[in-house]
């Protein structure tokens, strides 16, 4: 009898309206502030934030204390719609991946030989960036497709059997993260794309690779991480960012400008996609849970 709770909240969960994870996010939230100061905290420290980072740019106060649980339901909503179906049917991720194929084909037409990094900005929920990614590989013709993740392996269950074309290459763990550049290299090698966030904060950084380097965002100097641009310049890689927005159950993203990792200023012209980006979704950013934001760099 122990699993039956588990098996009918899942059951539920993949059956929720898209329509409705964001105001049941948002009573959610409200309810567990009430009930829970920790969560509060967690609303009211967001917020902050975003009045430190943005200034004067407005943003929607509850819709940011709410992120967390609009993340955690849009996970649990596509991992166990996928569950119960096999198969888990977004139009509007798919959309989102036939552009990203259509700009990488246009990129291999330009330059077959220079490979492609795919970098989704960690906005919405991890689980939906993976759902276009793996959208990306099948609209390529890809067998397989490389992942750099920080994201814990398995939280609600087994991933790699729901999703086993995307080949993700975890950042933590002593054994994983000591060959992950030689893996990311073979990958980039082998089918010429791989997907990386590029636009990881120097807080999140654990350990070793904690490389950055120096730029402006919002008007004072910053850090941003530095690994990107160090893979890219040995294989004279494009950097194709975009990021997600969910409005209204519908899905829809923001592509920017491809980017030669190699050309002089890629650094600060990441930067400033990354600033954009955070001006124009603040309410979705997903690592904006520590006051630092890219203003604190770890040393070696």
């Known amino acids: 009898m122990g699993r039956w709770p588990l098996y009918l909240r899942g059951a539920l969960v993949?059956?929720?309206?898209?329509?409705?994870?964001?105001?049941?996010?948002?009573?959610?939230?409200?309810?567990?502030?009430?009930?829970?100061?920790?969560?509060?905290c967690h609303g009211e420290m967001r917020c902050e934030i975003g009045r430190d980072v943005l200034g004067s740019v407005p943003f929607d106060r509850r819709r940011v204390a709410a992120s967390s649980a609009r993340e955690r339901l849009i996970d649990l909503r596509m991992y166990y719609g996928r569950l119960s179906r096999g198969v888990e049917v977004w139009p509007d991720l798919h959309a989102i991946a036939?552009?990203?194929?259509?700009?990488?084909r246009r990129l291999k037409a330009i330059d077959p030989k220079r490979p492609v990094i795919v970098s989704p900005f960690h906005y919405v929920s991890q689980y939906a960036n993976i759902y276009v990614v793996d959208a990306l590989r099948v609209a390529l013709g890809l067998e397989s497709i490389a992942v750099v993740s920080a994201v814990p392996r398995d939280m609600y269950g087994d991933d790699s059997a729901?999703?086993?074309?995307?080949?993700?290459?975890?950042?933590?763990?002593d054994g994983d993260r000591n060959g992950?550049?030689?893996r990311v290299a073979r990958a980039l090698r082998r089918t010429g794309v791989a997907v990386l966030f590029a636009d990881v904060p120097p807080f999140a950084l654990h350990r070793y690779p904690?490389?950055?380097?120096?730029?402006?965002?919002f008007g004072r100097p910053?850090?941003?991480?530095?690994?990107?641009?160090?893979?890219?310049t040995q294989f004279d890689a494009t950097l194709l960012p975009f990021y997600l927005r969910f409005d209204g159950g519908r899905f829809s993203a923001e592509l920017f400008e491809p980017l030669a990792l190699a050309?002089?200023?890629?650094?600060q012209q990441l930067a400033r996609y990354i600033e954009t980006a955070l001006i124009d979704n603040f309410p979705h950013s997903l690592v904006a849970v520590n006051p630092s934001m890219y203003a604190f760099a770890p040393t070696r």
């Open 14 to 40: 993949a059956r929720l309206p898209a329509a409705a994870i964001e105001p049941l996010a948002l009573a959610g939230s409200r309810i567990r502030g009430l009930a829970d100061a920790r969560a509060r």
């Open 98 to 104: 036939a552009r990203l194929a259509s700009e990488i």
């Open 162 to 173: 729901l999703i086993p074309g995307v080949d993700v290459l975890y950042t933590y763990g």
């Open 180 to 182: 992950l550049g030689l």
């Open 210 to 217: 904690m490389e950055t380097v120096g730029v402006s965002m």
């Open 222 to 232: 910053a850090r941003i991480h530095n690994g990107v641009f160090r893979l890219g």
């Open 263 to 267: 050309g002089q200023g890629a650094p």
